[in-house]
């Protein structure tokens, strides 16, 4: 039973160049969080998906960022154009629709280094 | 908008007791969380309070004061183990699913 798979682990991109990011979230788990983590800070929000459809983009920037849930295979986090500002690591998360506690798995993180 | 105020660095030493707070204003609110993570890892779930009160899990416990906007970690018997970072979370809406929003974590460090 693997949990929310991430890859690539790490990922070198020089300015300019684009930067994809795939999570394959736990089974039967149809929610999709993507956070961004800076050195010594904390988990930022950027984007909250189902299945074809983005729910919540209010933490991702407006320009060069996107992201998708497609019906079949992976959420992908697409950065375009790169700048050194975007060097971080970037957390996926799953979570069943549940009443109670929004429990997140998180998978292990992409580290994002712009060069 | 949204915040959450937690320390950023605690210490202790091994088997003592460490309380982490948390203090936050949202516009909603569904619930508090914690979550662990060490040295940039997956960060994992530790608990969660919808109620006013008192939750414990095995050495942890969480706490939480709607009325206050306020809640705790509580952290006993403290192992080196427990080094790590700890990060109270809320769900700042009434629906299910909703997205986290996280505060900038306090690091715990345990010494012997």
């Known amino acids: 039973n693997a949990g929310v798979m991430q890859n690539p682990r790490h990922l070198v991109r020089r300015r300019g160049q684009e930067a994809r990011l795939r999570c394959s979230p736990m089974?039967?788990?149809?929610?999709v969080y993507w956070y961004r983590q800076l050195p010594e800070e904390g988990l930022k929000f950027m984007v909250y998906?189902?299945?074809?459809?983005?729910?919540?983009e209010s933490g991702m920037p407006k320009e060069r960022f996107s992201a998708e849930f497609p019906k079949e295979g992976p959420s992908i986090l697409r950065i375009q154009q790169v700048v050194r500002g975007d060097s971080a690591a970037y957390f996926c998360?799953?979570?069943?629709?549940?009443?109670?506690?929004?429990?997140?798995?998180f998978g292990a993180g992409s580290r994002l280094t712009v060069l | 908008g949204q915040s959450l105020e937690q320390p950023s660095e605690v210490t202790a030493v091994e088997g003592a007791i460490v309380q982490i707070n948390c203090t936050y204003q949202t516009s909603g609110f569904y619930g508090l969380s914690w979550y662990q993570q060490h040295d940039g890892g997956a960060p994992t779930f530790l608990s969660y309070n919808a109620l006013d009160g008192l939750e414990e899990t095995g050495r942890f416990s969480s706490f939480l004061s709607r009325s206050d906007s306020y809640g705790y970690l509580l952290l006993q018997e403290l192992q080196m183990k427990d080094s790590a970072s700890y990060f109270c979370?809320?769900?700042?809406?009434?629906?299910?699913?909703?997205?986290?929003?996280f505060g900038k974590g306090t690091t715990l460090s345990v010494s012997s």
């Open positions: 089974k039967g788990h149809s929610h």
């Open positions: 998360a799953s979570s069943q629709k549940v009443s109670g506690a929004n429990v997140l798995t």
């Open positions: 979370a809320v769900s700042a809406s009434q629906q299910a699913g909703t997205a986290l929003i």
């Open positions: 998906l189902q299945k074809e459809n983005i729910i919540d």
